[in-house]
């Protein structure tokens, strides 16, 4: 499982790199490799952060030396980096409400990160190195993110295209205008799709005027 989870980093990283030169289909590379890591966490901790092997999962014997509070801290570390990837993958492709869910993950990455730093100090145990690792990667991922504003990104990924730009930033300061926003939208389509897509989303768009 933890090939599985390098793998799926190595894709998000690259396909991220890949989105920022508009290479297609990028953006549904990094919904499919945070997505699935996000699923792997939130539903795989208890096994990853035990070193449990997927084929062991219905064995009883396999949690007999593992503590109930053991399994309740693997769960808990579990959904709090699945909420961190969440919102990071949010951020990426810039959904709404990216910002507020990986603040929500970097609050409880704090938590969880000072009750686990105690109790490795006081218990030298690869357990919970397991799990600090894999707060301080993702959770200072996140923070990064964080930090950097949307506009920010927006500005360095669209840098050659200073007309998307001006009406993304005037969107941000008028999001109640809908007509900046359609014009946001159009724009986005017109950099981000070829010219026969272009045209058939516009064809799309005077119909749907029509009606």
């Not at 309740?72 to 699945?82: D, F, K, Q, R």
């Not at 707060?135 to 930090?147: D, E, H």
């Not at 981000?192 to 064809?203: G, L, N, Q």
């Amino acid at each position: 499982m933890k090939k599985l989870e390098i793998i799926l980093g190595i894709i998000a990283t690259t396909a991220f790199i890949m989105n920022l030169f508009f290479v297609p289909g990028s953006s549904l590379l990094i919904l499919l490799s945070l997505g699935t890591l996000t699923i792997l966490y939130y539903a795989f901790s208890l096994l990853l952060f035990n070193k449990i092997d997927l084929n062991q999962i219905g064995n009883r014997y396999t949690y007999q030396g593992i503590s109930k509070l053991r399994i309740i801290g693997s769960i808990a570390a579990g959904i709090v980096l699945s909420t961190t990837y969440a919102g990071i993958m949010f951020k990426l492709i810039h959904y709404p409400g990216a910002t507020i869910v990986l603040n929500i993950g970097l609050i409880t990455n704090l938590v969880v990160f000072i009750v686990i730093l105690i109790k490795h100090l006081r218990i030298n145990d690869n357990y919970y190195l397991r799990i600090l690792k894999r707060i301080m990667i993702i959770g200072g991922i996140g923070l990064m993110l964080v930090s950097i504003s949307e506009l920010t990104i927006v500005k360095f990924k669209f840098r050659n295209y200073p007309e998307y730009i001006n009406i993304y930033e005037a969107h941000i300061n008028d999001p109640q205008n809908e007509e900046l926003r359609i014009k946001k939208e159009i724009e986005f389509y017109r950099i981000t799709m070829s010219e026969e897509e272009f045209k058939t989303y516009m064809d799309y768009r005077q119909n749907q005027l029509k009606e």
